[in-house]
């Protein structure tokens, strides 16, 4: 295991009403009480930035010094929250995270870590939603693959305002696992890239603790 005492993973929290929470306020609770808590960088933006100025540098410095960079949120209307979006236009600038000259997340790790409000049968063709859950993340996909990062299968709790007490502890409790067992356990799962979605097999990649399709408030 690397060495813990070194902060090598950035998390990147966004809800817009965290007290709200149920699903995004665990996981954030069971990093806090576990022992990878000392290898991570905790950034919650919407405590950071309740003015929506946000602090460009010293985001990328967190950026710089992370080799796992990991967004913590609800899926609002099939995308980020607003804040998150809103990070990701004023943070990852040309030059800097992408084009000529923008080298500065090469070879990082970028992870997705969300909750929907639709379960899984509602991701198909046939379902609410007309579209796997992966086509809607395929912008985190590209995003991460124009920054020159390494995009890891994201772990998802579906139905998340419906979720049990013991399945949104599941999931909070793998999501605090991983962290501790970075880098071991992502090595052999890489996702496929863009335009090769069937190259993993759905039941070969890490378990998808399946909140909203159109607004969570998990």
Known sequence: MPD?????ILVLAAHPDLGRSNTTRAVLQALRASPAAG????????????????HVEAEQRALEAARLVVMVHPIYWYSMPALQK???????????AYGP???????KDFWLVVSTGGGP?????????????????????Q?????GMHYLPPQILHAAHRASDADIDAHAQLFAK??????????SLA??????????????????????DAGDAE
């Open 4 to 8: 813990s005492s070194a902060r090598d």
């Open 143 to 147: 995003s991460a693959k124009t920054c």
């Open 191 to 212: 996702a496929p890239e863009v335009g090769d979605e069937e190259a993993v097999a759905l039941d070969e990649r890490p378990p998808m603790f399946s909140p909203l």
């Open 101 to 107: 000259g923008g080298t500065a997340l090469h070879g």
């Open 178 to 187: 991983r962290l501790l067992h970075y880098p071991d356990w992502c090595q």
């Open 39 to 54: 290898r991570v960088e905790l950034r919650d933006l919407y405590r950071l930035y309740p003015d929506f100025h946000i």
């Open 121 to 141: 049968e509602s991701y198909n063709p046939t379902g609410h939603n007309h579209h796997l859950i992966d086509e809607f993340l395929l912008p985190y996909q």
């Open 86 to 96: 809103l990070w990701l236009d004023e943070v990852l600038r040309l030059g800097w």
